[in-house]
C-alpha cells in the first residue's frame, strides 16, 4: 500500500527560522514596539495574510495587510538565498529516495522563498509536490490542510508521516490521522518537552535517521 513523507521547510529542511525572528524585530522597532512572546505566539504558527491581520490588530498598525507584508519582504530580501539545509536532511532525503519512499513538501513559507530555496539547494528532485498553506488559505494546525496533501497525494491519511518543528503543525497532521516526527529547531525550543510527549517519534537531528555502516552493507 502507497505511503507518503510529508516534510516542512522553514525549520524543519532548512535552518531559516531565525530569519523572520530577525524581520519581526526590526518591523517592531522601528514602529517603538517590543517583541514579545504574545507576539510571537501570535505570528509564529500562521500563513502570511493572518500574521499581518494578528500584527495590524495587536499593534494597533494604519497600515494596511498588504503593506505590512511588503515591509516584511522588503526586511527579508535575499536572506534566502543564504539560509542552509539543517544537518542530515540531504543525506536523508537521499536515503529515502533509494528506499523508494514518496515524498513532498507542505509548508507555511512563501512560494517564492520556498521554491529559490529547494532549488538553490539541489533538493527540490526529491519531492513529487509542494502544498503551499497560503494558497490553501489554510494553517496547518489545521487537520484540513493535511487531507488535501493526502488527496492531492493519492494516499490515505493514516498512510503518512509528516516531519515538522511546530507542536501546532504536529496537532494538526494526529488530528488528520497521520504520524508526526517533532524536528528540533532552536526557534521552538521551549516547546521540546510538548514535542516529544506528542509526537511519535522526535529528533535532534535528521542524522539520527541515517543508515548505519552495518545496515548500508546489508542492502547492496
Not at 525549520?11 to 526590526?26: F, H, P, Q, Y
Not at 530555496?117 to 490553501?136: G, M, N, P, W
Request: net charge negative.
Amino acid at each position: 500500500m502507497e505511503s507518503m513523507l510529508f516534510f516542512d521547510l522553514d525549520g524543519t529542511l532548512i535552518d531559516s527560522n531565525g530569519v523572520w525572528k530577525e524581520v519581526d524585530r526590526a518591523f517592531l522597532a522601528r514602529r517603538g514596539l517590543p517583541y514579545t512572546h504574545a507576539y510571537y505566539e501570535g505570528v509564529a504558527h500562521t500563513i502570511f495574510p493572518l500574521a499581518a491581520q494578528f500584527t495590524k490588530d495587536y499593534c494597533g498598525l494604519s497600515e494596511s495587510c498588504e503593506e505590512i507584508m511588503a515591509e516584511w519582504l522588503d526586511l527579508a530580501k535575499d536572506t534566502y538565498s543564504h539560509v542552509p539545509l539543517k544537518p542530515g536532511v540531504r543525506a536523508y532525503l537521499k536515503q529515502c529516495r533509494a528506499e523508494g519512499r514518496r515524498m513532498a513538501v507542505v509548508t507555511s513559507a512563501l512560494p517564492v522563498h520556498c521554491r529559490a530555496s529547494l532549488e538553490r539547494l539541489d533538493i527540490a528532485k526529491y519531492f513529487e509536490r509542494v502544498t503551499f498553506a497560503q494558497e490553501l488559505g489554510l494553517e496547518k494546525k489545521a487537520p484540513e490542510i493535511w487531507l488535501e496533501a493526502a488527496r492531492l497525494a493519492g494516499v490515505a491519511p493514516e498512510r503518512c508521516t509528516i516531519f515538522d518543528d511546530s507542536i501546532a503543525a504536529c496537532r494538526g497532521a494526529r488530528a488528520a490521522h497521520m504520524r508526526v516526527v517533532g524536528v528540533y529547531d532552536a526557534f521552538f525550543a521551549h516547546d521540546e518537552d510538548q514535542m516529544r510527549q506528542f509526537c511519535d517519534v522526535y529528533i535532534q537531528s535528521f542524522e539520527e535517521l541515517l543508515w548505519t555502516p552495518e545496515q548500508k552493507e546489508r542492502r547492496k
